[in-house]
């Protein structure tokens, strides 16, 4: 201790939801993540103050690790939604434009914090139970045996990252290579528990989205030059390293060796590993990987007796290595390598990407890896484009679990708020003594979260226009600033997510009131398929959190911040 | 030391931990100085966060949070801080109205400085020997004991809702307590005595739950088995029922391939390792088939152990059958990898929570629940008490009348004087019923207020602070209670029937034995600060050296200026 320092008293903050500043501060944040939100979203620029690298973007993931704040509540629904997203990738924003509204609408209202926690509860319960049901009007079942669905899911998660800059046909080109390469990790055949195969995925820049492509296989990137030396169609036996063939004793730790003066160690560690080359080739072995370094000698002993030689190929490659080859990583040195180790690759060649040169393995038989090639014009697009097709990946990979989707465009929000509205309505003697409120409260606290949904509807919209809500089947539709004044049945077209035509009579504005009503299921003439979908498990979890991390929001009532 | 110093500090603990008390309270919440955050509505963890100068208000802290501990009851220390600030305010007021009328001014500070002592010796006399007999007297007759056959009756369930209710949201307190009563139900066969089996739970805590972040709290669950903190360092292979499993401290040998060999003689298809191993005994794991799990916990290993009863290996070369042991089943789950171990039939509990702050919450909630429930099932540590609760009501339904506590020697002096178990409906009953028994002289010899008196009136200040939203509630429960009081001839109808939940059943259930020593550990409190005159700062060798830094700068100011 060669210093000590005067403690500084903590901060607290009595209250912190009645405070205007922090209120100003949930305000601002609120505002922000509400014009990134949808495929209209505004983007932002991420820079550092020492003026790093500027990143541009419109998704949560990017944006929420980069935001600071010295109010911990902030902090605290911050963490909530970078959790969320840690599990699920998708609807980041949704949870944080929903949670921040529910606490401004709360306190807009007035509504007592104790009740305004029942009632939020209540009525994500009504939510998470009707969107369950079988007859839930705003999900769509998945079915694997089209590809349809699948599509347009991966379509519209790509058009929601407008910081990509992809035209229509280049999205088009993302969402089915993103749908192809999900199929292709889904291995065919293996009885038992399934293991779910690997896309690994390597960036080009320079090159025209259209150039993008997905390859079975491994695309490795290369170090040195490859020369195909004969090219028989026989499978190559490979043999993969996980330990270091440099002949350094890497693994001694703090220990020590003793040895004869007179003894060379590092001749005796090189005819070691000449030894296991040798083995190699006995083996029959075309194609030595490693994940670490490898002598120059072995590689040239290795060279000369015809052996395809990789090195450095490093951990993350190591486990799709192994899926494709069926080869088991070999860490010993002295043992003899048992001939279950060893793998196969069907065939090798390289491939040529901007100025990447890479090494081509392809699988022998079926195998669940492949790789994917990501080409955009510039850096930071390539990186919004990676964002997007991690979070394809993820969210098609949801659907495994749950084979649904949810109506995007706003459709599922305005759906859930009419049906909350009216089951509120329902049942609101019962329900407020059930929560020990008047019924009154009970309702106020019901629009709350009402209006609270239909504010993260209405952030889809960031043109100056006003967003509707038909009042047959509650569908979310956004009407131009210039056709507002006009008469609305005239020209709305389709609604958010492309399901129901211009054919309801009944509109109202969404920050309007409206008498309750049943949403109306869409009865057997669905012809039409949505054109916007969203991930139900990613969706109805992120209503869960963003509802819970509300609630502990309006929960607390002191905060103690440490200064020092 | 100046009274209105102890006061005002006392009062500014207050002032933070009322936020958070009662069925209306709500949550804390802090930001370490590592940027870290926590959530909590625990008294102990508020006051802990607090960076306290002033050596008095560590002095409350430091007793505070040494009596959580040492008791382990888990609960309590809100309304510690309550009861202390009243019972300080109760003696400030009493010195400085002082004896006679006439007198405007009261005492002289020296008459004041020596009544504050002389009120604190006489509490702590009351407390130390009156108080157990006043509280089996004039409180257990209402209360009951819960038997802990039934943890999935109401009363079981209320006794953890109402410790839920004051510890995390009130959205999540009955989803949590259902949690706790299945996973005490689960572990309860492990031993006859309950007592065990809240303190294996509550030592191998750490080892038996896992946090989860980013889900919300309704995905919280128990899981068969026991879960292994780790993933896989060899790709998890299938395990057929019946196979073996041997788990490892350290491996010491060299020459790993005929370690290997040996496991495989044995069947070994699962190694756990307390220690990472080496690439090569990855490899050469993987390539005999078996699943290798590194880094695995101490905790994990020592409940792994007790659980399956094998002995861990600490040199390669002496593999024996008694260092394998059986499992049902094994895969990788969420985070982790669970076991089924198939001598006992052990679960796991998931504990999930939007953020890491509210998982952390709720962790330390069960883990303080489990806590408490041992506390109230401590075993009675002297064996003449023989009483049951039962003949404890019929004995004492004449006795709570006539208000004579000299009755009731036999309960003197004992450590923990009451049945364990025993609990009373929540939301101040206790306090009522105990500030109505305590005897109430007008004044004393000197003219002062008895200390029962203040004792009273401290008591009462806690179902004042319950009921704080609505003053009217407090008149309607304190009523209702002293009703029951004089109508004897029907103590039972609190509700403590299943059949007849009365009104107050609502508010939950709490522990006559926390409660009681709860108190005496306040009265302790404050007479020790009490009798505290002056406070001495001393220097360090490093402060002498740089006198312009001093940690207690304020305070030092503050009491030179007094000096």
């Known amino acids: ?564 | 030391m100046q009274q209105s110093t102890l006061i005002k500090i006392v009062s500014a603990l207050e002032a933070v931990v009322l936020r958070s008390f009662g069925p209306e309270g709500g949550q804390v919440l802090f930001t370490r100085d590592t940027g870290q955050a926590m959530l909590s509505r625990s008294g102990t963890c508020i006051l802990s966060a607090l960076h306290l100068e002033h050596p008095l208000a560590r002095s409350v802290q430091i007793p505070l949070s040494v009596w959580k501990h040492s008791r382990g009851t888990g609960d309590g220390s809100k309304t510690f801080i309550l009861l202390l600030a009243s019972l300080l305010r109760g003696i400030s007021k009493a010195t400085s109205r002082g004896p006679s009328a006439s007198n405007a001014n009261g005492f002289t500070e020296a008459a004041k400085a020596a009544a504050a002592p002389y009120f604190a010796n006489k509490l702590l006399k009351l407390a130390s020997s009156d108080l157990d007999d006043l509280i089996a007297v004039n409180v257990v007759p209402y209360g009951f004991c819960v038997s802990l056959e039934d943890f999935t009756t109401h009363s079981g369930r209320l006794l953890l809702a109402s410790f839920f209710h004051t510890r995390v949201s009130h959205v999540h307190c009955s989803y949590l307590s259902e949690l706790t009563c299945e996973l005490l139900n689960r572990w309860k066969y492990k031993s006859d005595l309950p007592y065990i089996s809240f303190q294996f739970l509550s030592d191998n805590f750490p080892a038996l739950h896992t946090p989860v972040s980013g889900f919300p709290v309704s995905s919280s669950r128990l899981i068969e088995g026991q879960v292994i903190h780790r993933d896989f360092a060899t790709p998890c292979l299938p395990i057929t029922p019946e196979s073996s499993i041997v788990h490892f401290s350290a491996w010491t040998e060299r020459s790993l391939e005929s370690v290997i060999a040996e496991l495989q003689s044995f069947g070994v298809s699962l190694l756990l390792s307390a220690v990472k191993q080496s690439d090569a005994a990855v490899a050469l794991a993987t390539q005999a088939h078996m699943s290798l799990v590194e880094c695995v916990s101490e905790e994990e290993l020592t409940l792994f152990v007790q659980l399956s009863g094998v002995t861990p290996v600490s040199r390669g070369c002496t593999i024996q059958l008694e260092h394998v042991a059986a499992l049902s089943l094994c895969r990788p789950i969420l985070l982790g990898t669970d076991f089924f171990v198939s001598k006992v039939n052990p679960c796991s509990l998931v504990i999930c929570g939007p953020g890491e702050e509210q998982t952390d919450q709720y962790i330390c909630a069960i883990r303080d629940a489990v806590c408490m429930l041992m506390t109230i099932w401590e075993p009675k540590h002297t064996s003449e008490t023989t009483a049951s609760c039962g003949t404890l009501q019929s004995e004492k339904g004449t006795a709570s009348l006539d208000m004579t506590p000299t009755a009731n020697k036999p309960y003197g002096l004992k450590k923990c004087v009451f049945e364990p178990g025993c609990v009373i409906p929540a939301g101040g009953t206790f306090e009522f019923l105990l500030s109505r028994a305590l005897p109430n002289p007008s004044s004393d010899t000197n003219g002062l207020p008895s200390v029962s008196q203040l004792l009273a009136n401290a008591l009462l200040s806690v179902p004042r602070q319950i009921y704080s939203h609505s003053p009217k509630l407090f008149l309607q429960a304190q009523t209702r209670i002293m009703s029951l009081v004089q109508n004897p001839s029907n103590p039972f109808s609190f509700g403590l029937k299943e059949s007849t939940p009365g009104p107050m059943v609502d508010l939950g259930l709490e522990s006559v034995t926390c409660k009681y020593q709860l108190i005496l550990a306040v009265v302790q409190c404050a007479t020790s600060v009490l009798r505290v005159d002056t406070v001495l700062h001393t220097r360090t060798a490093l402060h002498t050296q740089s006198k312009k830094h001093t940690i207690f700068s304020r305070a030092s100011t503050e009491d030179e200026a007094e000096d």
């Open chain 1, 1 to 564: 201790m060669s210093r000590v320092e005067k403690k500084a008293p903590s901060v607290c903050t009595d209250l912190p939801l009645n405070n205007a500043e922090v209120c100003a501060k949930l305000h601002l944040m609120k505002e922000l993540l509400k014009s990134c939100y949808g495929p209209r979203g505004r983007l932002k620029h991420v820079r550092n103050n020492i003026g790093g690298r500027v990143t541009t973007s419109s998704a949560s993931s990017v944006i929420l690790p980069a935001l600071y704040s010295s109010q911990p509540l902030l902090n605290l629904i911050k963490s909530s939604v970078l959790n969320h997203i840690s599990r699920f990738s998708d609807c980041g924003l949704f949870a944080g434009v929903f949670c921040l509204s529910l606490l401004e609408q709360a306190r807009r209202h007035e509504l007592r914090e104790s009740l305004a926690i029942k009632v939020n509860k209540h009525c994500l319960s009504l939510c998470t139970s009707y969107l369950q049901r079988d007859d839930c009007a705003c999900r769509v079942k998945i079915d694997f045996s089209s590809s349809q669905n699948l599509m347009t899911l991966a379509g519209s998660i790509v058009s929601s990252k407008p910081a990509c800059l992809l035209t229509e046909a280049e999205k088009l080109h993302i969402s089915t290579m993103a749908v192809r390469a999900f199929l292709q990790t889904i291995p065919c055949s293996s009885p038992g528990p399934v293991t779910l195969g690997q896309t690994v995925t390597v960036t080009v820049r320079g090159l025209p989205v259209l150039d993008s492509a997905m390859f079975p296989g491994l695309l490795v990137e290369m170090h040195d030059d490859f020369n195909q030396t004969d090219s028989s169609s026989e499978p190559l036996r490979t043999v993969l390293f996980s330990t270091s063939l440099a002949g350094d004793l890497a693994e001694l730790g703090d220990g020590t060796i003793e040895a004869d003066p007179d003894l060379d160690t590092d001749l005796q560690i090189l005819d070691q590993l000449l030894e296991l080359g040798k083995q190699l080739v006995e083996d029959e072995v075309r194609l030595c990987v490693c994940q670490k370094v490898i002598h120059p000698v072995l590689q040239q002993y290795l060279r000369s007796h015809g052996v395809v030689v990789m090195e450095r190929l490093g951990m993350a490659l190591m486990e799709p290595l192994g899926m494709l080859s069926g080869t088991q990583p070999v860490a010993t040195l002295h043992a003899r390598i048992p001939s279950t180790a060893y793998g196969r690759v069907k065939n090798l060649s390289t491939k040529q990407f901007g100025n990447k040169t890479m090494l081509h393995l392809q699988p022998d038989g079926e195998a669940a890896v492949c790789t994917a090639v990501l080409c955009h014009r510039n850096e930071t697009m390539l990186d919004e484009l990676k964002v997007a097709w991690r979070k394809t990946e993820d969210v098609l990979r949801l659907t495994l679990k749950e084979p649904s989707a949810l109506l995007g465009g706003g459709c599922t929000e305005t759906h859930l708020s009419a049906y909350v509205k009216h089951k509120g309505q329902q049942e609101a003697s019962e329900t407020a003594a059930g929560l020990r409120c008047s019924p009154a409260e009970f309702l106020l606290g019901v629009k709350v979260f009402c209006r609270s949904l239909d504010m993260v509807a209405r952030s889809l919209e960031h043109d100056g226009g006003s967003s509707a809500m038909d009042l047959n089947h509650a569908h979310h539709w956004t009407v131009s600033a210039d056709a507002a004044g006009e008469d609305m049945a005239g020209g709305l077209g389709l609604c958010g997510c492309g399901l129901v035509e211009n054919s309801s009579t009944e509109w109202t504005f969404l920050n309007t009131e409206y008498a309750e009503f049943c949403p109306a299921p869409l009865l057997g003439d669905s012809c039409r398929k949505p054109t916007v979908l969203d991930s139900f498990t990613a969706k109805v979890n992120a209503l869960q959190v963003a509802v819970e991390t509300a609630n502990l929001a309006l929960d607390v009532r002191y905060v103690i911040k440490d200064e020092n």
